[in-house]
């Protein structure tokens, strides 16, 4: 549905699980005004960065508007009948198992359902997997093991109504704002709160933390041992939970025992007494919330991992109560939607189980199916290896981008290219992965669609449409369904819009359950179209027989497990056994997010606000590394391992842990010449959840060796081929891109043009300083710079957002000309430096000069500079400038 300009719809933030109400309003003209709605119990008002940025992302640059054939415009109907006949062929001559489907936590439900339906239902297999394999299949798994169901027991409200707050394997700052900043203010509430952060980095989490343990990798299931072996030995066992309501704590604690804190010490890499401080705190705060996130879920032995945590809340009897519980935090928006719908290789649909005979023929009864999968699908790094080995004949990918997301990822793309049928939906005309379709179909984006997401904490919103559809963008659910009409499913796939989906769907949480599965919706089955439309934000579950608002939104303070017995299981799990490397690389290669950015930069990418806060892609190392290494500030650096290697820029931090380098997931060949760390990271998998360990690889790191460093601010997108090494952002008017050449030096003036775009003959100014090395050239167009570069042989020292401003300034004055090749402000014009507050674009300058002047406060550097009075995302990097400047101040 489009709304006329001016009214302003509520929906749901499309980015990270917390799944914040946003409140949009398109104006007249076409802009689009972002706040975030008060009344939505994940956020109450808060956005961070780039929810707020969102309006910046809706436009239709590079879109993907009409479905295409080998790279031709095609109709749907064409495109459709295509897809159909060729998942038709390949199942006749080779079997159901011989097609796929690859989706994504960024479906809504409504898409899921349709998708899971027509794969496990009609099609008949299970061979629909998701990218929630690479970021919660550990959490799920872990929680089936204990629980016996995919189930979260807690809420937001248990982060701030607990004394102690453990955030493990999570940056909560930078991944989860908004539910930081909730913490941070119950925090600054009830000063008692106590926050520990365990992260081999100290990220800007630790801000918030009273302790920080900078655990070794994958140390996680070691140091929860010893909590339980703590918890038992000095009587913190809630015995009558344990008896009533759990089975197998004896086994578990075998094994916890079996380690005394020596050799924990040495397991995960803290001292003694780092691990007594951490015991004593746990044990002795019984409103305790335990908060992971892909520090456990992307390892070897990430349910291990879970369960480990799981275990020490079940003995203390510490979970399902307010303030209490394992909390593990979903990074997309609808990964819990997908795991309710049964979107994984391994699940079946409304939390029923694949193996269990009874389930398949319920949901088969269900769906009136003809076929059921009999047995789990394959899993995302099975898949794409059984792709490479030619048994996937076509595959279907939605709203996910593989090609950058999957570890091994060179052998991820040398399978689709050789897939013989490829089908991408997507709603960017270029991504990484898309360029290997057959069939693209263009899919409705965020504010064209229509749907719901589940958030972490179990609650159901409504995305709701304010933006016409585009071109001949259709929903990802309709799509599907076409497709399932056309395998000859008329009936079962005639929705008539996703409130149709969603009825079916919440029908099938009802169907035969009675209280014997978590996951109840029944309230939803009879909803009329309006009644969706003005669903309000509610907590599952919410069974027919009880419409109103469940008045407990916990699980199991009272037991009521759902395993066979009703009893949760205790999980004896041990240490990881050290693997030996022979690889000869040194460096344990950690992965994963910053502040402004979202996975592969689609959307984030098209916001010059979220780009400003870091532009390039980089490794954090340490510094006494670096030493070693040869390696200064700024310089470029090679990460490799025996899969590929990527050149990135060396940012030298004793935030980062000794022997580990870490880089971040965001940076595709849209964006950087060789950023793309999922090649080097090897397919090893969890063996219970087939979660791949996205954050241990062993690599080599030196110096990338260039003869020259650039770079350049320009009107036009760059032409960056000609670069070894480059990386470019887009800038309010224009792009800015980092770049070095390897060889000798080519025609400079020649290259200049090329990058920048520019006829061979158009005038340049030019200014090459022989003592500093650096070289300049700038281009006009009347009063307008079209393009600025800038040249060394050492990294060019300019300030990069004061040359990208030029862009937007008017250059009648022919001597302000200089400025910009000179590279600085003149004296007038002051310089930012660094965005830290993409908000309110204020650099790291303003803000040291602000405390230069004498704020000594996050509060008073906020008055004076306006940073950090928006979002707030950014308050903890503005306590660290204040922290190193009053350290600087007092030396
Ligand atoms: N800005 C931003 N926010 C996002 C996203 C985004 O792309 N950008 N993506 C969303 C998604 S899909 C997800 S899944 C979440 C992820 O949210 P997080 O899990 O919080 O983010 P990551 O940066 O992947 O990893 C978290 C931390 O795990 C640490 N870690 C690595 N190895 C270990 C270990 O062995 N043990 C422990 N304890 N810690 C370890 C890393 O150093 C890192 O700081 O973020 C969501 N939010
Ligand atoms: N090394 C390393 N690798 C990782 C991780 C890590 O920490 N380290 N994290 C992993 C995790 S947790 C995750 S969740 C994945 C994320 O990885 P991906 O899912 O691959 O990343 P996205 O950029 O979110 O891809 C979403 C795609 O869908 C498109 N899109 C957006 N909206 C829509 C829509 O409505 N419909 C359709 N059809 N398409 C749409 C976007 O343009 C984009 O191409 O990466 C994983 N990979
Ligand atoms: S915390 Fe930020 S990214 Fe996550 S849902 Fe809220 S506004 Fe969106
Ligand atoms: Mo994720």
């Not at 900043?181 to 933390?209: F, G, N, S, W, Y």
């Not at 050290?578 to 460096?587: Q, S």
């Not at 996050?858 to 950090?868: L, P, R």
């Amino acid at each position: 549905m489009t709304r006329t300009p001016g009214t302003t719809v509520k929906t749901t933030c499309p980015y990270c699980g917390v799944g914040c109400g946003v409140l949009a309003t398109l104006e007249e003209g076409g802009a689009v005004t972002i706040k975030g709605d008060p009344d939505h119990p994940a956020n109450f008002g808060r956005l961070c960065s780039k929810g707020s940025a969102l309006g910046e992302t809706v436009d239709l640059d590079g879109r993907l508007l009409v479905p295409e054939i080998d790279g031709s415009r095609a109709s749907w109907d064409d495109a459709l009948d295509l897809v159909a006949a060729k998942f038709a062929e390949a199942i006749a001559e080779h079997g159901p198992d011989s097609v796929a489907f690859y989706v994504s936590g960024q479906l809504l439900t409504e898409d899921y359902y349709v998708a899971n339906k027509l794969m496990k239902g009609f099609i008949g297999s299970a061979n629909i997997d998701t990218n929630s394999r690479l970021c919660m299949a550990a959490s799920v798994a872990g929680h089936r093991r204990a629980f016996g169901s995919d189930t979260v027991p807690g809420t937001y409200e248990d982060l701030e109504l607990a004394d102690l707050v453990v955030l493990t394997g999570s940056n909560l700052a930078w991944c989860h704002p908004v539910l930081y900043q909730r913490i941070a203010a119950a925090k600054a509430a009830r000063p008692e709160m106590r926050i520990v952060l365990i992260d081999p980095r100290r990220t800007m989490t630790a801000d918030l933390a009273d302790l920080h343990l900078p655990i070794a990798p994958d140390g996680d299931v070691s140091l929860f041992l010893g909590l339980l072996a703590h918890l038992a030995d000095n009587g913190f066992v809630d015995e009558a939970y344990v008896a009533a309501h759990t089975s197998g704590i004896e086994q578990a604690l075998d094994v916890a025992r079996a380690q005394d804190l020596k050799d924990l010490a040495a397991q995960t890499g803290l001292s003694v007494t780092q691990l007594e401080q951490f015991y004593a705190l746990w044990a002795g705060a019984e409103k305790v919330v335990t908060v992971y996130s892909q520090g456990v879920n992307q390892s070897r032995n990430g349910t291990d991992k879970v369960n480990a945590i799981i275990n020490c809340h079940l003995a203390t009897g510490r979970i399902g109560r307010p303030g209490m519980g394992p909390f593990s935090v979903t990074g997309q928006p609808n990964a819990m939607g997908g795991r309710e719908v049964g979107g994984l290789a391994n699940t079946l649909a409304a939390h029923m189980e694949i193996e269990n005979p009874v389930h398949r023929d319920r949901v088969q009864r269900f769906w009136k199916s003809p076929v059921i999968a009999q047995k789990p699908g394959l899993k995302a790094v099975d898949l794409f290896q059984a792709m490479g080995d030619g048994r996937i004949k076509a595959l279907w990918i939605m709203a996910t981008n593989p090609v950058d997301s999957m570890p091994d990822a060179g052998a991820v793309e040398a399978a689709l290219a050789a897939c013989p049928f490829v089908v991408v939906s997507d709603i960017m005309a270029e991504t990484d992965t898309i360029r290997h379709a057959h069939v693209k179909l263009p899919s409705l984006g965020w504010g064209e669609k229509d749907g719901t997401v589940t958030n972490s904490e179990r609650r159901i919103s409504r995305q709701r449409a304010f933006l016409a559809a585009p071109g001949e963008a259709r929903a990802d659910w309709w799509q599907m369904a076409e497709f399932g009409k056309r395998m000859g499913h008329s009936e079962a796939f005639d929705f008539a819009g996703p409130a149709a989906v969603m009825r079916e769907y919440a029908a099938q949480t009802a169907f035969e359950n009675n209280g014997t599965r978590d996951l109840d919706i029944g309230a939803c089955a009879d909803m009329d179209d309006q009644a969706y439309d003005d669903l309000q934000p509610f907590q599952w579950p919410r069974p027919a027989r009880d419409m109103s608002i469940s008045p407990d939104t916990r699980f199991f303070a009272n037991g009521g497990f759902f395993t066979p017995d009703r009893l949760a299981r205790f999980v004896a799990v041990a240490p990881p056994q050290t693997v030996p490397d022979r690889t000869g690389h040194r460096f344990t290669l950690n992965t994963g997010r910053i502040r402004d950015h979202w996975h592969t930069m689609t959307r984030t990418g098209k916001s010059a606000r979220l780009s400003a806060h870091i532009a390039e892609p980089f490794a954090e190392i340490h510094p006494r590394d670096a030493k070693l290494l040869n390696i200064g500030t700024a310089d470029l650096v090679r990460v490799e391992s025996a899969r590929g290697e990527v050149v990135v820029r060396a940012l030298i931090t004793d935030r980062q842990r000794e022997g580990t380098i870490f880089v971040p997931m965001h940076w595709t060949d849209q964006w950087a010449s060789s950023a793309r760390v999922d090649r080097l990271v090897a397919p090893v998998v969890d063996p219970v959840s087939g979660q791949p360990a996205l954050k241990n690889t062993t690599v080599g790191l030196s110096r990338f060796e260039a003869s020259c460093y650039g770079f350049v601010v320009s009107r036009n997108k760059p032409a960056m081929l000609r670069a070894d090494y480059w990386a470019m952002a887009r800038t309010v008017a224009g792009w800015r891109a980092e770049f070095a050449l390897a060889g000798a030096q080519a025609d400079i003036r020649d290259l200049v043009c090329t990058l920048l775009g520019l006829d061979p003959a158009t005038p340049l100014l030019s200014l090459a300083d022989p003592r500093s090395g650096l070289t300049r050239y700038a281009a006009f167009d009347g009063v307008r710079l079209v393009g600025a570069f800038y040249l060394s042989d050492r990294p060019v020292s300019v300030s990069r957002n004061w040359a990208a401003d030029q862009l937007e300034q008017d250059f009648a004055n022919l001597s302000s000309r200089w400025q910009v090749i000179a590279g600085r402000p003149a004296s007038d014009m002051p310089d930012k430096g660094a965005i830290v507050c993409a908000c309110m674009n204020v650099g790291i300058n303003d803000i040291v000069g602000a405390i230069r002047s004498g704020c000594s406060s996050v509060d008073t550097v906020a008055t004076t500079t306006g940073a950090g009075t928006n979002c707030g995302s950014c308050k903890a990097e503005i306590r660290g400038i204040l922290h190193e400047h009053q350290i600087i101040a007092a030396e």
